[in-house]
């Protein structure tokens, strides 16, 4: 174990120490935490799900199960409870390997107890590794340390570990706090593996890269504003130049693997939590993928987008009132694939207890991009223009996407999973039909269509 010197936390300042004692006592040693507990103002614990992959030339021979936790804040905001609810998620879990963000305290190392037992009983394969906040750098560091190896949690301080056979390609790389503490990402990142995983508190840790890069990187502190607005903007930002940048969420980094922000479990400051829930993250357990081709096993290509493109002329069609709903369920967009009218309803469903957010990227229409952070939240848009086809996507779970075809008449399907589509009330007439695939293209046939007559279309899509 590294040696650990007490309170060693940069701005621990005498206002700071005075303010986090009355704060303890304010809170009446959790009481007034255990109150909003039972109100529901902890938030409601969430499990948020990602899927990351490496490069083909680091590929592991079997996936690599993680779990995240960050920002505990043991202590009288938070109230213990929560932490059992976290230990029974991530027995369901069941990670190879456990990291932990940081923050384990709020005011003072003994809270530490409080997680103790609940990792103790956690016991993942390939171990618990974790890194130290702010925080936990104004508490007894030398004292929290202990206790938490005596849960058999090993701290990385400016340091990294090589995971076991069959993921000895695998380093998790830890540094010391980036914004109070000696942060040294060089000594972090020495003799790491190919695979390199980036264990940091707060986002901050990216300034401090230099040319060490990442497979991906975990990181808390954020609490997702801890306090945020219904779309999951957070009123106020932890300090920290990139937490407002980096809330919460999954983001794409340059020249790295992706970050993944948690927004934690407990609370800090306030035994208060709004529109932030607490989630902790799983990677990689049941991997998720986009679904591009979805083909039954003779060859029939499901959401394939059909349509009149041509030929209705000047006709005019009412918008439909009813709703378009597109849910997300299971960390995907259901359906993948559909249709809608200008003007009519679209209604935009969060099934799933974890939070998303609704990025639609139209060229014609306005861009748009919601948070939905709360199982249950509807949003409801209109689109003014036809265009076909618009992308969605959720910023949190790389792999959601879905497509909408936005059409000023009502004569489009998408293709079921054995591959049929039908155009239904066509009035006679002829017609160019279009059928769009997201990665094979389009294809055009024109048809000719008498009163009462129906006629069959066939297009077939080369991979």
């Given at each position: 174990?590294?040696?650990?010197v007490?309170?060693?936390?940069?701005?621990?300042?005498?206002?700071?120490?005075?303010?986090?004692?009355?704060?303890?006592?304010?809170?009446?040693?959790?009481?007034?935490?255990?109150?909003?507990?039972?109100?529901?103002?902890?938030?409601?614990l969430?499990?948020?799900?990602?899927?990351?992959?490496?490069?083909?030339?680091?590929?592991?021979?079997?996936p690599l199960?993680?779990?995240?936790a960050?920002?505990?804040?043991?202590?009288?905001?938070?109230h213990?409870?929560?932490?059992?609810?976290l230990?029974?998620?991530?027995?369901d879990i069941?990670?190879?390997?456990?990291?932990?963000?940081?923050?384990?305290?709020s005011c003072?190392?003994?809270?530490?107890?409080a997680l103790?037992?609940?990792?103790?009983?956690?016991?993942?394969?390939?171990?618990?590794?974790?890194?130290?906040?702010?925080?936990?750098l104004?508490?007894?560091e030398?004292q929290?340390t202990?206790?938490?190896?005596?849960?058999?949690?090993?701290?990385?301080v400016n340091?990294?570990?090589t995971?076991?056979?069959?993921?000895?390609?695998?380093?998790?790389?830890?540094?010391?706090?980036p914004?109070?503490?000696s942060?040294?990402?060089?000594?972090?990142?020495?003799?790491a593996n190919?695979?390199?995983?980036?264990?940091t508190?707060?986002?901050?840790?990216?300034?401090?890269?230099?040319?060490?890069?990442?497979?991906?990187g975990?990181?808390?502190?954020?609490?997702?504003?801890?306090i945020?607005?219904?779309d999951g903007?957070?009123?106020f930002a932890?300090?920290?130049?990139?937490s407002?940048?980096?809330?919460?969420?999954?983001f794409?980094?340059?020249?790295?693997?992706?970050?993944?922000v948690?927004?934690?479990?407990g609370c800090?400051?306030?035994?208060?939590?709004?529109?932030?829930d607490?989630?902790?993250?799983?990677?990689?357990?049941?991997?998720?993928?986009?679904e591009?081709?979805?083909?039954?096993?003779?060859g029939?290509?499901?959401?394939?987008?059909?349509?009149?493109?041509?030929?209705?002329g000047?006709?005019?069609?009412?918008?439909?009132s009813?709703?378009?709903?597109m849910d997300?369920k299971?960390?995907?967009?259901?359906p993948?694939?559909?249709?809608?009218?200008?003007?009519?309803?679209?209604?935009?469903?969060n099934s799933?207890?974890?939070?998303?957010n609704?990025?639609?990227?139209?060229?014609?229409?306005k861009?748009?991009?919601?948070g939905q952070?709360?199982?249950?939240?509807?949003?409801?848009?209109?689109?003014?223009?036809?265009?076909?086809?618009?992308p969605f996507k959720?910023?949190?779970h790389?792999?959601?996407?879905?497509?909408?075809?936005?059409?000023?008449?009502?004569y489009?399907?998408?293709?079921?999973?054995d591959g049929?589509?039908?155009?239904?009330?066509?009035?006679?007439?002829?017609?160019?039909?279009e059928?769009?695939?997201?990665?094979?293209?389009?294809?055009?046939?024109?048809?000719?269509?008498?009163?009462?007559?129906?006629?069959d279309?066939a297009f077939?899509f080369?991979?």
């Open positions: 174990m590294n040696s650990q007490e309170n060693r936390g940069k701005r621990n300042h005498r206002f700071r120490r005075l303010v986090e004692r009355l704060l303890d006592s304010a809170l009446l040693n959790g009481l007034i935490a255990a109150w909003s507990y039972r109100c529901g103002l902890h938030g409601k969430g499990v948020s799900l990602h899927e990351v992959a490496v490069a083909k030339e680091k590929s592991l021979r079997v199960t993680i779990a995240f960050s920002d505990f804040h043991a202590g009288p905001t938070t213990p409870v929560i932490f059992s609810e230990f029974d998620k991530l027995a069941r990670p190879d390997v456990l990291l932990l963000g940081g923050d384990f305290v003072k190392a003994i809270y530490a107890d103790a037992g609940g990792l103790s009983r956690c016991h993942p394969p390939l171990g618990k590794y974790a890194v130290l906040g702010n925080h936990d104004w508490a007894d030398r929290l202990q206790r938490l190896a005596a849960a058999g949690v090993e701290m990385l340091r990294n570990i995971l076991p056979s069959p993921f000895d390609s695998v380093s998790i790389c830890g540094i010391d706090d914004w109070i503490g942060a040294d990402v060089a000594q972090a990142f020495k003799d190919q695979i390199r995983i980036f264990l508190h707060s986002p901050d840790g990216l300034l401090l890269l230099e040319d060490e890069t990442f497979d991906v975990f990181a808390g502190h954020t609490h997702g504003g801890q945020a607005l219904r903007t957070p009123i932890a300090q920290g130049p990139l407002r940048m980096y809330s919460q969420g999954r794409e980094v340059r020249g790295n693997g992706p970050l993944i948690s927004r934690g479990i800090s400051n306030l035994p208060i939590r709004m529109n932030a607490p989630v902790c993250v799983k990677a990689n357990k049941d991997p998720q993928f986009q591009t081709y979805t083909v039954s096993s003779d029939k290509l499901a959401n394939v987008f059909v349509y009149v493109k041509d030929g209705l000047t006709r005019t069609f009412t918008a439909p009813a709703p378009v709903v997300q299971g960390c995907h967009y259901t993948h694939v559909l249709g809608i009218q200008v003007g009519q309803p679209l209604q935009i469903v799933d207890d974890t939070l998303h609704v990025h639609g990227l139209p060229k014609a229409n861009e748009f991009n919601q952070p709360i199982q249950g939240m509807k949003m409801t848009h209109t689109f003014s223009t036809k265009e076909v086809m618009i959720c910023d949190v790389g792999w959601m996407n879905a497509w909408i075809g936005v059409l000023d008449h009502p489009y399907a998408v293709t079921s999973t049929t589509f039908s155009l239904k009330g066509l009035p006679p007439g002829t017609y160019t039909i059928a769009w695939h997201e990665k094979l293209g389009t294809q055009t046939q024109t048809v000719t269509v008498g009163e009462k007559e129906t006629k279309v077939t080369k991979a």
